[in-house]
């Protein structure tokens, strides 16, 4: 059985590095299309590249789905030659961004320090953080998921007051699940994400905990979401390869 609380059910896409513009403009106005035609059950945000986001903003309906950036700059202005600020993406008409995805942490040396900065910027520019954690293969092999969740949390997000953790969504993002098409099974998503939830609720209470949005990402698709969404601290997804066709992603948002 779901929550009485309030929290919200979020498929959201991540394109990652995917789509020309034109292709990008393609893709979210079939789906602007089709959820115009069959209303989801849940919110739904695309995760677009930069360049995309205010040329999507204009072509489809933003109340229906969201935008979200999949990065922003840890700085808010200035001589940062290529970065792009969390007003900049606010200025686009985006809602959300994606912080702490795990390419971003092995690929651009993200630390927690920072993430911390980039989650504070982007909830000064009113733009709701999509934080992602979640251990890497040998990690979940020897048994240490919770502790690196933990130390993710404690390094980069518990920092904030309740009223600004309040903003955030969660995504727990087994890195080995990350587009292997290995997928953690539905009782290793709820077993985590209960996990989670404790230590949101051991930090700032159990209402703020219930009201948390705590996605599952990892190998996601239409095959599998029906079951991973049913869990009762699984709040959605975050889609990467299944968001790159219309269909793909709305049959995962069809798991609600
Ligand atoms: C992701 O990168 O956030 C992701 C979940 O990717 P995939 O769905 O392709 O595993």
């Known amino acids: 059985m779901k929550s009485i609380f309030m929290r919200k059910n979020i498929v959201a896409g991540n394109w990652k590095m995917n789509k020309t513009l034109q292709e990008g403009l393609a893709l ?24 995309h986001l205010a040329s999507i903003a204009s072509a489809i309906d933003t109340s229906k789905i969201g935008i979200a950036a999949q990065n922003c700059a840890d700085k808010e202005s ?10 900049m993406i606010k200025s686009t008409g985006a809602e959300y961004v994606i912080l702490g995805h795990s390419e971003r942490r092995a690929y651009y040396g993200e630390t927690y320090e920072i993430l911390k900065e980039k989650v504070l910027l982007a909830l000064k520019n009113e733009l709701k953080p999509i934080f992602c954690i979640g251990e890497v293969k040998e990690e979940r092999e020897a048994n240490k998921q919770n502790e690196v969740v933990k130390a993710q949390l404690e390094g980069s997000v518990f ?35 209960a996990y989670i939830r404790g230590l949101i609720a051991d930090k700032y209470g159990k209402e703020t905990a219930e009201n948390t949005t705590i996605l599952y990402g990892g190998s996601c698709n239409p095959g599998n979401a029906k079951e991973l969404f049913a869990n009762p601290d699984v709040d959605g997804g975050l889609i990467g390869g299944a968001s790159l066709k219309a269909a793909d992603f709305k049959g995962v948002i069809d798991g609600f």
Do not use: R
């Open 28 to 51: 979210a106005t079939e789906l602007n299309t089709i959820l115009s035609n069959s209303k989801p059950n849940c919110e739904v945000v695309i995760g677009t590249p930069f360049i």
């Open 78 to 87: 200035g001589a940062y030659t290529g970065e792009v600020s969390a007003s």
């Open 159 to 193: 920092n904030l007051s309740a009223e600004e953790f309040s903003k955030i969504v969660i995504a727990y993002e087994p890195v080995w699940a990350i587009g292997t098409g290995l997928t953690a099974t539905s009782e290793q998503a709820q077993e985590i994400h």
